[in-house]
């Protein structure tokens, strides 16, 4: 019989267990969802895998978009820490910024972010991130093909890392152009897979624990027709391979739904339903402030059940 996710935490947590040590054939996965601003929800939600030291039970961590850069942080080391960095007000002014659209700047610029910000301001710690046996997998979007792509295999150094987390929180307009890697040009993960779990069962996982950023009444929708008008353009010229997928976004994320809801070992975090709204470019600090605290709450809770032994020492 298939352990369920909370028995098989807290069978490696009675272990010990680490990576490349396990005495279970499982492979346990983290993968958090994408959704620019929405990512206050998943960034409150790493906050308790962090401080309860579960982190080393996973084997691997898959993050879109706005859900990579919090995979970085959690892998880091520096997830609770740097949770503020949502709801202050220089860090989200430099980084969104509607005004930008009018200087023909990007109105979300995730390069400054972790250019600067996640090197000097707020410093990631990228080595950390290289060292950690647990695997890191950044998710883009081919430009030219349209298909998800795991990065994991361009992170070499802290180029590499930084370079697929710019690649992973490329929004298609608001972000600015593509960001190439290796001869290649990617775009926002969130194109392709929202929840990176077709990603994670092609490469064998058996259990899956999902931080999301919506709640369970938050239905997709297709673009409207005046998005479709505004957005074709620039597909065509920079990504025309996302072009369809992106009309189809809301047929990939309930195909994504059907698998997480389908597969016998699995997780889910959500925000609570009656929990804020938010929008891809909100930054107001009131309200993520509170999304950050509202997944915090929500992902405490549902691994309570995890935690109730000591660590062994």
Not at 190 to 197: A, M
Request: glycine share 8%; net charge neutral; hydrophobic share 40%.
């Amino acid at each position: 019989m298939t352990l369920s996710v909370t028995q098989l935490l807290r069978e490696r947590r009675r272990q010990g267990s680490i990576p490349g040590q396990r005495r279970d054939d499982a492979r346990l996965v983290l993968l958090i969802e994408g959704g620019s601003s929405r990512g206050a929800y998943s960034s409150g939600m790493t906050i308790p895998i962090e401080r309860q030291g579960l982190l080393p039970l996973f084997d691997a961590v898959y993050g879109s978009s706005a859900g990579a850069l919090n995979a970085a942080w959690l892998l880091s080391g520096r997830a609770e820490r740097t949770m503020h960095a949502w709801w202050d007000p220089v860090v989200m002014g430099s980084t969104i910024n509607l005004r930008n659209a009018l200087r023909r700047k990007p109105v979300v610029d995730t390069g400054f972010l972790v250019d600067t910000v996640y090197t000097k301001i707020m410093p990631l710690g990228f080595q950390e991130i290289l060292d950690n046996p647990v695997e890191f997998h950044p998710m883009a979007t081919d430009a030219l093909t349209g298909q998800a792509v795991d990065l994991h295999e361009h992170l070499r150094d802290q180029a590499g890392v930084q370079a697929a987390l710019r690649a992973s929180t490329a929004m298609p307009i608001l972000a600015g152009d593509p960001v190439r890697i290796d001869g290649r040009s990617y775009v926002d993960a969130g194109l392709s897979e929202t929840v990176p779990v077709r990603t994670a069962l092609t490469q064998g996982a058996t259990h899956l624990v999902a931080l999301r950023t919506r709640r369970t009444d938050e239905v997709a929708t297709p673009p409207s027709f005046v998005e479709r008008l505004v957005a074709r353009r620039w597909f065509t010229r920079h990504a025309p391979g996302t072009l369809e997928p992106w009309l189809r976004g809301n047929l990939m994320r309930a195909e994504e739904e059907r698998l997480l809801a389908e597969h016998p070992a699995t997780l889910q975090i959500r925000p609570p339903l009656g929990s804020t709204r938010i929008g891809r470019t909100e930054r107001r600090p009131h309200l993520l402030r509170a999304a950050v605290e509202a997944g915090h709450q929500a992902a405490a809770a549902e691994l309570a059940d995890c935690v109730d032994e000591p660590l062994p020492r």
